[in-house]
């Protein structure tokens, strides 16, 4: 049997070709570990009793009632109310960075899929938009069963593009999401951020609980490399050699002012933005998620 | 421009391509690597891209230097002496003039020999030459440097008397350092000597330079036929008047041939008047003056190569200093040790008079009770043959005046409360023509009662209250231990003086001309010396009994008291009469001041370099030549040679010591250990920038 911690192992389900299977098993695998968590139940909820009727499920019966008073009570619940869900996935070519063995847009759909699989087990209405320099691609949200084998086909078809334009595609997206709901985007952000700005500004200013999941390449991130080396830029295909070694404290220092400078857009804008690493698991961006769900 | 030794090795230099074909290699081998975006390398990239590319090549740079100086370091480079060179040529000569010099050879004595080839040298060398000449027996006699053309063709003076051992070691040493200090240049040592293998001094040595080229003039002769008189001992020097004496001679034959029938003479003889000298002056006394004249006569056999020893029983002596002689009575080649010389000093014990202030009464409570029997080493009433005092015990209070104290030879005032001016006069007296005053404070020592003391110049200082110990008693702090008083008491085996307590001392201000030399740990003088006329006054700022201390029951006590009193009789630092010999061995010395060393009260005779007898102020000095020195076997030249790690230049001078050992030794004028420094430097200049250059 393989265990929850693994199933949320990016690398254990780089390994599957299926999209699907990947997500399902994540989020089965995040639930199961989650089966002591606060979360449990939130689905429905208790109502009240009635008398059972014929055709009503048997799993609904009260039976410590029918063992006290020899009647037939069925327990009643309230479903939740369905929440949209915008699933935006960055699908640019610097998405393309794979350097950790599963790359940015395999870790970025997988997640993106994830979370639509958990939304929809929650009867919640989810959308998805590919976009790169523009939107590639809108899916209304619903919360159809078959919903979410449209949003794995829609995935599953696209390809990178090389071109990336954050500014002008969320701008976009903010004009075709109009359910106000929650707008989940899956992307490195490396693009210009007063464009950036705009496009969660546009996104905030439809009343979107925007959650902005920022997906790192170790290698981007940390720079762990030695020797003489050419960087190859995917979006603009520029090399740059150098000494990594060398360049290593100083680009340091140029990603964390970056990181912060995304940090503070995000924070002045009441977005909440979660830093995920292809090497790292899934749970704590899928933990994110629920948090944010339960505020929406 | 610098030359190098093994210039093969500069071709190590083409590895200078080494590092170039690394960088280029280097930047052709990269590795590709894929980004979401480059941004932020163009961020640190474009920050100082003109500083790194000056960076990488003064890095390149540095790393051929780097190679390059590797290459020269193996190369050895040295900078030729032309180039330096500021003066002419260095000339060092060392002359022997050891005992052995005195052998008579073709042309006169060795030593005339050597000076008269030493003068032409001098007069044969370049104009632009500069000259170092020093003679030699067991120390080195420089003449001074001479450095031009006037000063070398002044005749070099021969010294008259040569009796002293020979020690190689000590003439390489200055010859040595004499080379090593002058600029670089040409430079040459002539050595004028016999090769005596008794010379050569076993202690380590230091390579000579290999850039001066060793000349060897070897002037001594393969058979040397010599007797000599080799020691003359005697278990005492110092006897009583009446006692007898034993004296033993040892005599060496190191000639090839057994000798049958040598006569050996001992002539012995009494000072009949001790000679009026001064410490400047030392005296000797001619053995026909002398009086009560002896005279022993032996016939020996002598080996090849043996010492005969011969036993002399000397009759009773009467009073005074008795010099003697042993003497072959036979022809050698070698004079100066044919005789060998001692004295004795027969003299009554030194008669010591002890003054106190008649408490006690001359029983165990009285203060001087304790000194009385430490100097006469016997109990009450009795007197003991060796001891070297004879104490007389008065109480002050019992006299109208102090006895007539030329029948003393030191006068001992222990805490006597006062003393009349008369006496403090007569003491006064007493000091300046040779006597010894040693005074002992206590409870009634006062700057009242030494007032009289005072006035007649025999005072040491002020004295203050006594100070008494509330807890801690006080203790002997430091000394001077190289005076002759403490010198048998400086190492802590025979006695440590701090472990002496006392419950009480008197404290004295030195007045000016007043020596402290041992103090309380307070810092307050323990022993003071004062010099009036030709005696000594110690004073010692605690009491000699038991009032203050007991002292008296330790074992340090005795020898203290003795070293006290010795020292104002002139017993410490050999005794009154002292043997030492002229050789530069401290062993051989048996302990006495060493060569051209001021003796406690003098100069030595040591310095005249003349065995005999000599009388000085406070002690006769019985001076001879070194046995060492009558050991006339010669030493192989490649012996010296290994001894003093150098190598002569071969007769016909064609041979240069350098060349020979320029693949293995090294030269003086190398410069390695400069190159070595910049490759270090370059090397952590190379790490500094190589830590902070990026591609």
Redesign the interface.
């Known amino acids: 049997m393989v265990s929850s911690a693994k199933m949320t192992d990016p690398a254990f389900f780089s390994r599957l070709d299926n999209l699907e299977l990947r997500a399902r098993g994540i989020v089965e695998g995040f639930m199961h570990g989650l089966h002591r968590s606060p979360f449990v139940g939130f689905s429905v909820e208790f109502a009240s009793h009635r008398e059972y009727a014929q055709g009503d499920d048997l799993r609904h019966v009260n039976w410590k009632i029918f063992a006290r008073q020899k009647r037939l009570y069925v327990k009643e619940f309230d479903a939740e109310t369905n929440m949209n869900l915008h699933l935006l996935i960055d699908v640019s070519g610097s998405m393309e960075c794979a350097n950790s063995g599963i790359s940015k847009f395999d870790y970025g759909t997988t997640l993106g899929a994830a979370l639509a699989h958990l939304a929809l087990k929650q009867h919640d209405a989810v959308g998805l938009t590919l976009y790169a320099d523009e939107v590639l691609l809108h899916l209304e949200p619903r919360a159809k069963p078959h919903q979410l084998d449209e949003i794995l086909q829609a995935i599953a078809t696209t390809k990178a593009r090389p071109k990336s334009n954050a500014g002008r595609a969320l701008s976009q997206a903010a004009e075709l999401c109009r359910h106000r709901g929650m707008v989940a985007i899956i992307s490195d952000f490396f693009d210009d951020l007063p464009a950036i700005k705009r496009g969660l500004d546009q996104l905030r200013f439809r009343q979107h609980e925007v959650l902005a999941f920022q997906v790192w390449d170790r290698w981007e991130r940390d720079l762990p490399l030695d020797g003489n080396i050419c960087f190859t830029d995917l979006e603009t295909r520029e090399d740059i050699t150098t000494h990594a070694e060398g360049v290593r404290e100083k680009y340091l220092q140029a990603v964390n002012q970056w990181r912060n400078d995304v940090q503070r857009s995000c924070l002045n804008r009441g977005v909440d933005r979660v830093e995920v690493v292809t090497d790292e698991p899934l749970d704590q961006a899928l933990l994110d998620y629920l948090v944010h769900r339960t505020k929406a | 421009m610098p030359e190098f030794l093994q210039s093969s090795f500069l071709f190590g230099a083409a590895a200078i391509a080494v590092p170039v074909l690394i960088h280029l290699f280097?930047?052709l081998?990269?590795?590709?690597?894929?980004?979401?975006?480059?941004?932020?390398?163009?961020?640190?990239?474009e920050?100082n891209a003109r500083r790194r590319k000056v960076m990488r090549w003064f890095l390149l740079a540095l790393r051929m230097v780097l190679i390059a100086l590797l290459a020269g370091l193996f190369a050895r480079p040295f900078l030729s002496a032309a180039a330096v060179q500021g003066d002419g040529e260095l000339l060092v000569i060392l002359i022997d003039q050891s005992a052995t010099m005195q052998l008579k050879g073709e042309h006169g004595r060795l030593l005339d020999q050597a000076v008269s080839d030493a003068q032409r040298l001098l007069t044969d060398a370049g104009e632009r030459a500069r000259f170092e000449v020093a003679f030699f027996d067991f120390a080195v006699h420089p003449l001074g440097a001479q450095k031009n053309a006037d000063d070398r063709n002044q005749p070099l003076n021969v010294p008259q008397a040569a009796n002293g051992a020979t020690n190689y070691g000590a003439a390489i040493a200055w010859a040595r350092d004499i080379c090593i200090k002058a600029p670089e240049g040409p430079k040459e040592l002539h050595l004028f000597t016999d090769l005596q293998q008794s010379g050569l001094d076993w202690t380590d040595v230091e390579a000579f330079p290999v850039d001066v080229k060793v000349h060897l003039h070897d002037l001594g002769q393969s058979v040397v036929n010599n007797l000599a008189v080799t020691d003359v001992r005697t278990p005492r020097s110092w006897i009583r008047p009446g006692e007898t004496a034993a004296m033993r001679a040892s005599v060496l034959h190191g000639g090839a041939f057994a000798r049958e029938e040598v006569g050996v003479v001992l002539e012995v003889g009494r000072v009949p008047l001790i000679p009026k000298v001064t410490s400047a002056t030392p005296t000797q006394v001619d053995f026909s003056k002398l009086t009560d004249r002896i005279t022993f006569r032996e016939k020996a056999k002598l080996e090849p190569g043996a010492t005969v020893t011969l036993d002399f029983d000397l009759p009773a002596l009467a009073e005074g200093v008795w010099q003697g002689r042993v003497l072959v009575d036979a022809n050698d080649d070698l004079a100066f040790d044919n005789e060998r010389y001692f004295a004795i000093s027969a003299t009554p014990a030194y008669h010591v008079l002890i003054v106190d202030n008649g408490v006690g009464a001359k029983t165990a409570a009285s203060e001087t009770y304790f000194l009385e029997a430490s100097l006469r080493l016997a109990d009450p009433g009795e007197t003991y043959a060796e001891s070297p005092f004879a104490p007389t015990t008065m109480s002050l209070s019992e006299l109208e005046r102090l006895p007539r104290l030329t029948d003393y030879s030191a006068v001992i005032l222990a805490n006597v409360p006062k003393v009349s001016s008369e006496d403090a006069a007569a003491l006064a007296e007493f000091v300046k023509r040779g006597g010894g005053l040693l005074v002992f404070t206590g409870e009634q020592t006062t700057q009242e009662a030494i007032a009289s003391l005072q006035q007649a110049g025999l005072a040491a200082g002020t004295v203050g209250e006594t100070k008494i110990a509330v807890d801690l008693p006080w203790r002997f702090q430091q000394w001077d231990e190289h005076h002759p008083i403490y010198q048998s008491l400086s190492d802590p085996q025979h006695g440590d003086l701090r472990r002496m307590a006392f419950a009480a001392y008197t404290p004295i201000k030195p007045s000016d001309g007043a020596d402290v030399i041992a103090e309380f740990n307070t810092g307050d003088p323990a022993v003071i010396e004062r010099r009036v006329g030709q005696g000594t006054v110690l004073w010692v700022t605690t009491s000699c009994g038991r009032e203050w201390s007991d002292w008296c029951q330790t074992s340090l006590y005795l020898p203290l008291m003795h070293q006290w009193l010795g020292y104002e009789v002139g017993l410490t630092a050999g005794g009154r009469v002292r043997n030492s010999i002229l050789d530069a061995n401290p062993e051989a010395t048996d302990g006495l001041p060493t060569l051209s060393s001021q003796t406690d009260r003098g100069v030595s005779p040591l310095a005249s370099s003349i065995p005999g007898v000599w009388f000085l102020p406070d002690h006769v000095a019985v001076i001879n030549p070194s046995p060492r020195e009558s050991e006339t076997e010669r030493c192989p030249r490649e012996e010296f040679e290994t001894r003093f790690a150098l190598k002569f230049v071969s007769d016909d001078g064609t041979a240069d010591p350098s060349s020979e050992l320029q693949a293995t030794e090294l030269r003086r004028d190398e410069i390695w250990h400069w190159v070595a420094c910049a490759l270090l430097g370059v090397l952590l200049l190379e790490g500094f920038v190589g830590n902070r250059?990026?591609?």
């Open positions: 280097f930047r081998k990269t590795k590709r690597v894929d980004l979401g975006t480059i941004r932020f390398l163009r961020i640190v990239l920050e250059t990026t591609a």
